[in-house]
């Protein structure tokens, strides 16, 4: 069976995750321990992130022509790639927080909504929460000053009402 024959499944594979993938991570793993990287893996399942292992070539294969082909330039020495395909900044948010505990994890790059992060512009990713929270923070700061305008026109209709039974 020809080389290409056994690549073609794997490039497929990896160009259905491009086609899904709100965004893309890619780290250098160096030195984690199995440990680690099972802990990884598992907090990164839990967040409906795919991390996985490819070969640089399989990765070059499967970006070209999409707006992932910008991490073409960190496809060298040993490459790992977490896709948020639900959330675009989960996949850098978990491994920043991974990162402060194995700190050997190296950032390469990222490309989030089209748009590509080096390394430092990934760790400024990280610190954005999710949709979820930011919304829920949205809707708390809105719901304040209607609770707060309840508050005052209840406590007006409880003085109306006593000064109306006098």
Do not use: C, W
């Not at 440990?35 to 990765?59: F, I, P, S």
């Not at 994890?105 to 089209?114: P, S």
Request: proline share 3%.
């Amino acid at each position: 069976m020809a080389k290409v024959e056994l690549k073609a499944p794997i490039v497929d594979e990896i160009k259905g995750y491009v086609a899904d993938a709100k965004s893309a991570v890619l780290v250098d793993y160096r030195g984690l321990t199995v440990e680690q990287d099972t802990r990884l893996r598992r907090q990164m399942r839990e967040a409906g992130v795919v991390y996985k292992v490819y070969k640089n070539t399989m990765l070059h294969l499967a970006f070209d022509g999409t707006d992932y082909a910008q991490l073409d330039q960190h496809l060298e020495g040993p490459t790992a790639i977490a896709f948020g395909i639900e959330d675009e900044t989960a996949p850098a948010r978990i491994l920043n927080d991974f990162a402060k505990e194995a700190n050997t994890l190296q950032f390469k790059g990222a490309v989030v909504d089209g748009t590509y992060y080096d390394e430092a512009g990934v760790k400024v990713l990280a610190t954005i929460p999710s949709k979820e929270v930011l919304i829920s923070k949205l809707l708390g700061s809105l719901q304040s000053p209607i609770t707060n305008l309840a508050r005052v026109l209840k406590q007006i209709a409880e003085k109306q009402g006593e000064a109306a039974a006098e």
